[in-house]
């Protein structure tokens, strides 16, 4: 009994350490089921004092109280099991940290097919926990800074308005200029299919680029790929009618995911717990001619979120169109992918650019704090309270103020609070000794 006592409160550590990560992870009697599914006693005990941010192995090392050369293969092995992320630098060496859920253990789970865990149950208890229950993504979604956001499909604009797409909003752009990638099973349908529910859409079109890649490769969870195989994927997931999904970030993003309404993790957020901003839109927005929509309905089945619907015509319409429906766009939701343009065959649906545009974060370091700033979770990610008496003293005076009312954090004087910020972020740099690019 003391035995079971004892891993219930391990496992209650690194449920609470997890969900200091970018993501979150609430509690649920699912998730320490997940957990034990998915880390062995001995992991689930490390990782529970991992940082969750990169750090020198050397610094592990003194943290855990276990020489490196110990450390450094129990580290590798969870990093091939999706556990913890690594990284190499060619000059200060080795550096790892704890992965957050998403994007992170929950997909590396079933990016491939595996034997060490069982998949089907993970499977289950995954979709409990995503799906049936609506905690987990209304945490992640907290911080109003979407991990993912949509991109619009290039072939649905017209040709005025394609010379103005950035290039970060072109999947295109993003796999040609990837200096590295790789192929995974989509975490989603993969899932789905141990239970029965997947769709017929590909399953082997996840795409890792850059630094994602590497590890994606380094660590198998995938497999190279050229560009010429990268742009025939693309191809295929546009003929399935699926949204391109890209890391929220405008520089060096890590990954594309081709995304059906169905069996989406993110697209589900909205779809069955009507979180609207669980991915940010593109820059884009669908929109309906009603002189040349015939009410066919064709645009309301595809899109991925039900933001199109058939609405009766006004008794004058009817009379002089002789079409009693007609489309309607729900802008408050649309994600301006443009899977719907190419299911309109009476030139009645258009894309068009946004009133005004949407924010990306500038890299992964600025989507990280944001999300962590909206969760109110800034403090552990400057200041790890494993790291000592002073680290630990900064993170609970950081974390009282992010959960000081707001009225009297107005109540602050200006130009102290910038200069102690300023203070804790230098502090925050000497203390964790880290080159930015591996944030």
Known sequence: MGHLHDSKALFSRLQQRIDKTQ???P???????????????????????LPIVPRKLSSISRRLGIPANQLRPKLEHMAEKGLVFDFHHPAKGSYFMLAPPVVGFFEFSMMRVRSDIDQKQVARLLS??????????????SSMTPVGRAMVREDALAPELSSNVLDYERASALLDAAPVAAVSLCYCRHKKSHLGQACDAPQEICISLGKGAEFIIRRGHGRP?????????????????LVQICDNVQREPVYVCNCCGCCCGQLAAINRHGIDHAVATSNYLATIDDTHCTGCAKCTRLCPIQAISLQPRPPHQR?????????????????????????????????????SRVLTPENTVERVLRMAAGRGHLHDVLFDEHDGPTSAFLNRLVGALERMPATRRAMLNETLKSRFVSFLCAAARRDTRQPADLV
Do not use: N, W
Not at 27 to 49: M, N, Q
Not at 229 to 241: K, N, Q, W, Y
């Open 319 to 355: 009379s002089q169109l002789k079409k009693k429906m007609r489309a309607r766009i729900d802008e408050s939701i649309c994600l301006g992918c443009g899977v719907c343009k190419s299911a309109c065959e009476h030139d009645a649906l258009r894309m068009q650019p946004r009133p």
């Open 128 to 141: 409990l926990y995503m799906y049936e229950r609506p905690e987990f993504m209304r945490e992640i979604s």
């Open 225 to 241: 790929a050229e560009r010429a195989e990268l742009r025939d994927l693309l191809a295929v997931a546009r003929e399935h009618h």
């Open 27 to 49: 509690s649920t009697p699912e998730v320490f089921d997940i957990l034990r599914e998915l880390f062995t006693l001995e992991e689930a005990e490390i990782a529970s004092r």
């Open 23 to 25: 993501s979150g992870l």
